[in-house]
């Protein structure tokens, strides 16, 4: 049964979607179909194609109570929107349906999973947000939410657990037949931990154990977990909030970080091994993986925030988008992300240099765009090498920002100080990166206003929106020293029909 909240949203949304031009939206990076978008969820895999929810509030440009919104692709570059598939609609999550994940049950049903959130006046009188995890199942479309709910409440907890902060349940189908699901929680140090919980039917939960926590040194309240083998190990994913800082690792405030360890199966027992940061960038947040059938592990997230997501662009329709999926490997024991292959397909005219001696700024013919998929490689030309090497984007008289490299440090700063965007926020990032031979190569998918920077294959990644105007759409190179420049570029085509036919 479709809720009158529901159709509202629903209508709302079929009413406004064809009043945002499609040059107001990245020509391949999913947004929200009106208003504001926060959170992937529920990425997975349905009858063959790729689904994709997100935390929504279509009536604004600004959070509000949570609704999922949905889209579905069959390459992870062209998304199609389908409708609405929840509203708070219920008493247990009037306050909004937060994240949470999905999955396709045996029976060809898609099980949603998500943290319904009430506000109850507490015995202090003061109204706080009570969380607990509720389960909707459905067709693709549509989807009813079970009279069982809420599945997994504050007797769900072990002892010192937060019934304020439990949310954000990732849910996998285990090969033992048997559905798991990993939630955030705040523990008794304040801090946040991963909660792990099976169930048979994906409806009825038995709390198992506490796999990881902060023990208040990656952050404090640890949200949207992932959990999942990658490469012979296994994998941690979580957004702490309130992290501190620690060298040029960990930022301070909002970050991803990945916990890579061994998985014990049998007795549940996680076994950390090291942490590092998912992304060096400043617009990255909550990802969420899934396994695609040929065996990748594809991550996405929200490109945005939490510190800087109320500085907007003025007359915006959507705001809020989400990466450009990743494949995720392990390479020497850290995270290896790499754009997915499928926009490969969507390569259009290459453009490209090899040994461009570099010293003063330098443009190179018909390199230049807001839509592209551009490889820089770089290397020391002759013995006296270069004090740094830096690349300007999205450039006019006005406008740039700068991708700058010192072999010294082998450190990395990002600079969008000047992109354009008038807000008083942090614009900067400097990062460690790790040159192979002496020769760094750096990737940047662009799409309107946003770049995406692959190190050495995968090695670092760094998103950053740029809210710059699109007609500052040049290039430039300089160095201090002398340095030697391959450069492959190819504008991304996605008017185009990829190789293999259109998504149906
Ligand atoms: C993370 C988060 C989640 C929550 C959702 C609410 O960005 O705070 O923990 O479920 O956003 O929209």
Redesign the pocket.
Known sequence: MVSEKLQKARDFEGKYIPYVPASKRPAFHVTGGIGWI??PNGFSVYKGEYHLFF?YHPYSTK?GP?HWGHVKTRDFVRWAFLPVAMAPDEPYDHA?C??GSAVEMPDGRQLLMY?GVQQVRQEDGVLRDIQTQCIAIGDGINYEKCPENPVLTEKDLPEGGSKYDF??PKVWLDEDGSYYAVV?NRCSDDSGTILLYRSEDGIHWTYITMLDASYNEYGKMW??PDFFPLDGKQVLLT?PQEMTPVGLEFHPGFGTICLIGSYDKEHCAFLRERVQAVDYGIDF??PQTLATPDGRRVMTA?MQN?STANCQPSGIHCFGEMILPRELTLRDGRLIQNPVRELERYRGRRVSFRDVLVSDETNLQGVRGRILDLTVTIRPAGKSGYRWFRFNIAKDGEHFTTVRYKPETSKIRVDRTRCGFPYDIVHVREFLVRPRDGELKIRAIMDRHSVELFFNDGEQAATFLLYTPEQADAISFEADGAVLMDVEKYDLLLGAEPEGGAQK
Do not use: P
Request: aromatic share 26%; proline share 0%; charged share 20%.
């Open positions: 926060n959170d935390q959070w949570m909004g937060f994240s943290t949310r954000d955030g949200e949207c957004s947040y909550a929200w939490w």
